[in-house]
């Protein structure tokens, strides 16, 4: 039941109707018997995969609680961590250790075809960073299983995280709400607008990225706008439906967290990940970053570095080698090929790299007299982030590294914006509407140009929007509801969400 399809939307209002018609204190039992019709609406068969990091949670929680031993405190940590991340890894990464071993040994071991859960890493992210907060003592375990089930399923934000903090969701979970009309319009609003990301930008762009990716040989001469193209496909793709999963949260009385902000506007790779997939970054900063870099061997090698290389880098190299775990992880979460072990590397070589030099680059702009603030600087900071990310786009869209390579090479060798216009468009493989398309495209792109660079300034639209005439709402909600399906694609030539399977 994808997050833009009429079943779901047609479920949403049942749930929400009945959420505030029923008493308020069994309001988050209705909301995990909604979170559990959702999962199975996707497949009754996946749904153990559900319970069984649930129910080892849950229990390891409240054991974590219970026994004061600190060796047991910890074997029930690592062991439920090892079942957790062992069932995510046999899924998504078993088929790629195959592949390697044959390559390696010449071996001719089959693969094994799994099902993959919906939503998988986003509930073993969460719940394992809810595990971690109870074994060091940052947050107390939820004695009621069925509670906790709902902090797991909770159904908007299954599918596209973000991932979520039992101390930020329980008691909006669990607490009574009564209905709100400036609550509900303003999360009606942020469904609108991911809609929007999502079906006129994400979609129209995939049909270029697809078609470029897919047979890059043939159009060497638009390797850079394919990447383009895939910038603007995977931000809206992902931000919208993170819109909209915080749109219907909204309904409920829940505010999730954001997941985004302004990524394109960053002006460094560190920056860029402050923006980009905010949730994961947090995790990954809390429950490895921190522990890595606080580690007792971090701090030998720490000690190691400084008598080698001097009191200033050898103090700068733990932090680095820390990133580039980090970002190792991160690489690895989003999928299980060598393109995504060097998209993380890369990124995380970048800001190790940037760590080490930031002496330098400091006298350097000194040097050259460059004014922190002026729009020149910000302009060319935002532009060469841009470009170290598109970069590393390629390693993540391409079907291997060796794609990847050659399209950054066409990509500066070639250039052909003719080929552009013979990419076929809308039904039966005509190019008769590939001009319409690319011109939705254009008139998307400025429009979320104009809305970011206001929410950039501190504008809200949204609260603009909302602060308006009860009739100037209403024209502008009809026109989005009329406009969207009209100048989107059709689901069935786009596909789904790109991350409705992590």
Known sequence: MALTSMGFLCFVVIAVAGYYLIPGRFQWIWLLIFSYLYYVSNGVGLLGYLLFTTLTTYGAGVLLERIEDKKKQKGILITTLVLNFGVLAILKYLNFVILN???IFQGDISFVNFALPLGISFYTFQSMGYLLDVYWKKGRAEKNPFRFALFVSFFPQLLQGPIGRFSRLADQLYGNHSWDWKRAEMGFERILWGFFKKMVLADTAAIFVNALFDDYEKYPGLAIFAVLAYSVQLYCDFSGGVDVVIGV???FGIAMDENFKRPYFARSITDFWHRWHITLGTWMKDYIFYPVSLSGWMGRFG???????GRSTGRTLPICLANLIVFLVVGVWHGAAWKFILYG????GIIAFSGLMAGNYRKWKKACHIQEKSLSWQLFQIMRTFLLVNISWFFDRADTVGQALSMMKNSITHWNPKQLLTIP???GGT??????ALGILALGLLVLFLFSFL???GISVFEKIASMPLYLRMAVYLICLFAIPLLGQPPSSTGGFIYAQF
Do not use: A, C, P
């Open 425 to 427: 468009v809308g039904m």
């Open 431 to 436: 190019t008769n509407y590939t001009g319409w």
């Open 455 to 457: 929410e950039e300034k």
């Open 249 to 251: 949260s909204r309904l």
């Open 101 to 103: 071993l044959n390559r």
């Open 345 to 348: 590397l890369y990124n995380g």
């Open 303 to 309: 000690k190691f570095s400084k008598k080698i290389f």
